[in-house]
């Protein structure tokens, strides 16, 4: 019997304002095919459907296009929140879900009513051969009552023993109701000792205090969500599922995967299938003419369009950058295969920098937007001025390109 484990798919995120969501269907595609080729029985989604608690109706609709078509495969889903869902979001279609085996867990139902969360797994002859324990993101009140005026370092404390007791109850009941099955666990969150990716810092928020491998112990497997990069915490046994996609420029050199679990004769083996890279994301940085020069050797190797994030660097303020820099996003917008997200300029001597207004002002043809910006923040102070004028080149390459 056979399961697979993906996490963190953030449908709806978008990269400085660049919309991943083909990205994502064609994971989707990919994932649906991988299904029905291994005979999956039980898809496992451990956190962060949703890059926002309140998504896009587009990325809502790609769900739930996804969980129809992966319903005619045979294969069940169990579907927790992670700390960028809406829990009740998750929730909310949970009765109607149930017909179409798809099991979703968007809040915790609190360790009295813990039995809600285990799932018994079935192999194809229907003999129960593993549980899931399908943990969603715990909130702070279900591991620390607050005290009155603690500090970070109680909090600290009292979330990571609320964590230890609150795993090690769902353990204790999980062997007292199902003894002799091999327990799984899902869960998203920060496990200690775990290597953090700067994406995964940036995209962090809530419990953040991690909780010790050992204290996880209590499954004989472990499916997390949230550190996008899939490490094992522990080899074998504690497994981050990653992301399917780079969702950040530092991501774009992982592999992303998802995990494959095979359960026979009440054994578990792991196996890592890596999802088919679609796009390219680069940190370009330099000096304007180094930039222009690296631009040129890049290619679109993969499906989707390369995305840019360009940092230019310069010793001192130079009038020409900004316009070179617009031709550079035009020619880029001409081919199509590659094209700039985010631009940065600092220039590195600002007791240099002057800005230059010397145009005619008389001739109303002569203008140029950049330089009657220019003109219009020329009292501000120099940082200032650079910041605006990257702004300004931003908004104004939207405009011509709608
Ligand atoms: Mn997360």
Redesign the pocket.
């Known amino acids: 019997m056979k399961i697979l484990i993906t996490?963190?798919w953030h449908l709806g995120k978008r990269l400085h304002g660049e919309d991943l969501s083909e990205d994502m269907h064609l994971f989707f595609e990919w994932l649906l095919k991988t299904i029905q080729e291994k005979q999956i029985r039980y898809l496992l989604v451990a956190?962060?459907i949703f890059d926002s608690s309140n998504p896009p109706h587009e990325a809502t609709r790609m769900y739930y296009s996804f969980l129809s078509k992966l319903t005619s495969l045979q294969c069940k889903a169990i579907i927790t929140a992670?700390?960028?869902d809406s829990s009740s979001f998750i929730d909310v279609p949970k009765e109607m879900l149930s017909h179409f085996n798809v099991s979703v867990f968007g809040l915790f139902p609190g360790i009295e009513n813990v039995e809600q969360i285990f799932i018994p797994l079935k192999d194809d002859s229907g003999n129960e051969v593993a549980v899931v324990a399908a943990i969603p993101?715990l909130q702070d009140r279900f591991v620390r009552q607050v005290g009155e005026g603690e500090g970070a370092k109680e909090i600290a404390e009292k979330i990571k023993q609320g964590m230890q007791k609150l795993f090690s109850q769902i353990g204790d009941a999980l062997k007292e109701k199902y003894p002799n099955l091999l327990k799984i666990g899902m869960a998203?969150l920060h496990a200690q000792g775990t290597e953090i990716s700067e994406a995964d810092r940036e995209?962090?928020?809530?419990n953040q205090e991690g909780v010790a491998a050992n204290d996880l112990d209590q499954f004989d497997y472990l499916a997390l969500?949230?550190?996008?990069t899939g490490q094992a915490v522990i080899k074998g046994k504690i497994q981050y599922a990653s992301s399917p996609i780079s969702l950040g420029f530092t991501e774009n050199k992982y592999n992303h995967k998802v995990v494959m679990l095979e359960i026979e004769n009440n054994e578990i083996k792991e196996t890592e299938i890596r999802v088919p890279k679609l796009r390219s994301l680069y940190q370009v940085q330099g000096t304007m003419n180094e930039i222009e020069a690296q631009v040129k050797t890049l290619k679109q190797k993969y499906t989707l369009q390369v995305l840019l994030d360009i940092k230019i660097e310069e010793e001192k303020y130079e009038s020409t950058i900004a316009d070179r820099l617009v031709a550079l996003k035009e020619s880029l917008d001409t081919d199509g295969s590659m094209k700039i997200i985010n631009t940065r300029i600092i220039y590195k001597d600002k007791t240099a920098a002057r800005f230059s207004s010397t145009f005619n002002t008389n001739e109303l043809s002569n203008l140029k937007p950049m330089d009657v910006f220019k003109t219009l923040i020329q009292n501000r102070d120099e940082a200032e001025q650079s910041k605006l004028i990257e702004k300004f080149i931003e908004i104004a390459s939207d405009t011509t390109q709608e």
């Open positions: 996490a963190d956190g962060d992670g700390n960028h993101f998203h995209i962090q928020i809530g969500g949230h550190i996008h």
